[in-house]
């Protein structure tokens, strides 16, 4: 029997060869991510299925034979952002009727979403979830055959296909998956529902992948997961996530390892001694607390306490010293009074921060915090996300600025827009800007930070 990587090998020959019969010449195609690094990393895959079948990239809609929409739907304007792409492409397919419009991810595995689309969106050719998009191939060619809008959302799967084709946005780096889905079932949160049980993949396969990667150029790899801190406790032979930092790190010619996202709860005193003995792992975490109070971190079923959390800032700071720690923060939870919100401050001023991407709780159907009693009004919510951000960003500030005057290692990414500059990042995820030329891109060289901009530094490169 074919495995299902060479079903979808098959496909893709076959959609390669009715486009080209089609159009009479390569297809053109766009596609858009929308959300998290996850989301990235699967649009990669799309794309380098999609490059597969002989299309090349290009860069707005108008120009393309196929469009397609990586969704996301975390927060409401993610939603809102898709129908209003939605109504553009409506008024491009009219002048070109033969466009194929493709529309995958988390948003589409809400059904509400799927039943507009269904009555109002008919132009829109193939809809699939989160569960099948290895199945794209196949489900292309159906749409390429059939005449009729297609849809397949699956509720979940225990299935993980290995090993199709990616298109990678930066040859020195990329992300990995490690694990999908999520089983935490924070209160607020849709993630548990459109991307379903946590699932992770072997060791064996994500070693394998990892070292074909570095045998094509990548030094640096970003391990993802919804909650990576769990990873390997579902496997037949279970392993943890601190043992499979320590077989990443074995891997030679890869230099660093970064991860994401760790839930304070499952932060192992395992794992902080691998990072404090790494070489290879970056001195960045990047730990949610979404809030400072006890009782509604209680409602959102994190699992921690405001006691908790600020003991695990200070256990990693006293084993990582120049750790950079990031955050989310979720303000307007329901139920979440004044007192509750000065907590969330009080943990900000005391945990230093460098950065924290703080959001307005959003209403998602479904989820149990839709349902409670006692949401609160735009006009408090607004005040204390404007309160919050403030704080964030002076002790951002703060906080970036206290590598000035030093030298680092920086990871040279790309050339910046300003002509003769060139953008890299630290271990510490900030990034540097710097005079040079674009032969350092993908290479590690050392950089003097001499000016802190807020978030990122002017700085100036030494010689190698
Ligand atoms: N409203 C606002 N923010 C949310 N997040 C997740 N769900 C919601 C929601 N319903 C935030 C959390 C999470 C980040 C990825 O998005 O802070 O860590
Ligand atoms: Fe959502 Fe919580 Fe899972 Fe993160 S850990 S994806 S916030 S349910």
């Known amino acids: 029997m074919m495995d299902e990587k060479s079903i979808q090998m098959e496909y893709i020959n076959r959609c390669a060869a009715l486009l080209k019969e089609n159009l009479g010449r390569d297809p053109r195609f766009f596609i858009q991510n929308e959300g998290c690094q996850m989301n990235s990393l699967q649009t990669e895959t799309v794309a380098g299925m999609t490059e597969s079948m002989g299309a090349v990239r290009v860069m707005t809609e108008e120009e393309a034979d196929m469009v397609i929409y990586n969704t996301c739907t975390v927060r409401e304007n993610a939603n809102q952002k898709i129908y209003g792409h939605l109504g553009h492409l409506k008024s491009i397919k009219r002048q070109n009727p033969d466009l194929k419009i493709v529309l995958f991810g988390c948003m589409m595995q809400e059904q509400h979403v799927v039943e507009k689309i269904r009555k109002d969106y008919g132009f829109?050719?193939?809809?699939?979830?989160?569960?099948?998009?290895?199945?794209?191939?196949?489900?292309?060619?159906?749409?390429?055959?059939?005449?009729?809008?297609?849809?397949d959302i699956w509720q979940d799967t225990d299935e993980i296909v290995e090993g199709l084709p990616a298109s990678r946005k930066y040859k020195f780096k990329t992300g990995v998956n490690i694990m999908f889905g999520c089983n935490n079932f924070c209160?607020?949160?849709?993630?548990?529902?459109?991307?379903?049980?946590?699932?992770?993949?072997?060791?064996?396969?994500?070693?394998?992948?990892?070292?074909?990667?570095?045998?094509?150029?990548?030094?640096?790899?970003?391990?993802?997961g919804q909650n990576v801190n769990s990873y390997g406790k579902n496997l037949a032979?279970?392993?943890?996530?601190?043992?499979?930092?320590?077989?990443?790190?074995?891997?030679?010619?890869?230099?660093?390892?970064?991860?994401?996202?760790?839930?304070p709860k499952d932060l192992s005193d395992e794992l902080i001694d691998v990072m404090r003995t790494?070489?290879?792992?970056?001195?960045?975490?990047?730990?949610?607390?979404?809030?400072?109070?006890?009782?509604?971190?209680?409602?959102?079923?994190?699992?921690?306490?405001?006691?908790?959390?600020?003991?695990?800032?200070?256990?990693?700071?006293?084993?990582?010293?120049?750790?950079?720690?990031?955050?989310?923060?979720?303000?307007?939870?329901?139920?979440?009074?004044?007192?509750?919100?000065l907590d969330t401050l009080e943990v900000v001023r005391k945990?230093?921060?460098?950065?924290?991407?703080?959001?307005?709780?959003?209403?998602?159907?479904?989820?149990?915090?839709?349902?409670?009693?006692?949401?609160?009004?735009?006009?408090?919510?607004?005040?204390?996300?404007?309160?919050?951000?403030?704080?964030?960003?002076?002790?951002g500030r703060e906080n970036s600025a206290r590598f000035e005057g030093t030298i680092q290692e920086v990871l040279v990414e790309e050339e910046n827009r300003e002509k003769g500059l060139m953008t890299g990042r630290t271990q510490y995820n900030l990034l540097v800007h710097f005079p040079g030329n674009s032969s350092l891109i993908g290479r590690y060289v050392k950089v003097k930070l001499d000016t802190c901009r807020g978030f990122y530094y002017f700085g100036t490169l030494l010689a190698q």
Not at 124 to 151: C, M, W
Not at 189 to 212: D, F, M, N, T
Not at 239 to 261: N, P, S, Y
């Open 278 to 341: 790494s070489k290879k792992i970056c001195h960045h975490l990047h730990l949610p607390m979404q809030s400072g109070s006890s009782s509604i971190l209680k409602k959102m079923n994190r699992h921690y306490d405001q006691e908790r959390y600020l003991d695990l800032v200070r256990k990693i700071r006293e084993a990582v010293p120049d750790i950079s720690l990031t955050t989310d923060i979720i303000v307007g939870f329901p139920g979440e009074t004044e007192e509750d919100f």
């Open 237 to 263: 032979v279970p392993v943890t996530f601190a043992q499979l930092l320590t077989e990443i790190e074995k891997i030679e010619g890869l230099k660093w390892i970064r991860f994401m996202t760790s839930h």
């Open 124 to 151: 829109v050719d193939l809809v699939f979830g989160t569960h099948n998009i290895h199945k794209f191939p196949e489900l292309f060619y159906r749409t390429l055959t059939a005449n009729s809008q297609i849809i």
């Open 187 to 224: 209160s607020y949160c849709i993630v548990p529902y459109v991307r379903g049980r946590e699932k992770s993949r072997e060791p064996q396969a994500i070693l394998r992948e990892i070292e074909e990667l570095v045998e094509d150029g990548v030094t640096e790899v970003m391990l993802l």
């Open 351 to 395: 945990s230093n921060f460098d950065t924290a991407f703080t959001f307005i709780y959003s209403r998602r159907t479904g989820t149990p915090a839709a349902s409670m009693e006692d949401q609160i009004p735009q006009e408090v919510v607004k005040d204390r996300f404007n309160r919050l951000l403030s704080l964030v960003q002076e002790k």
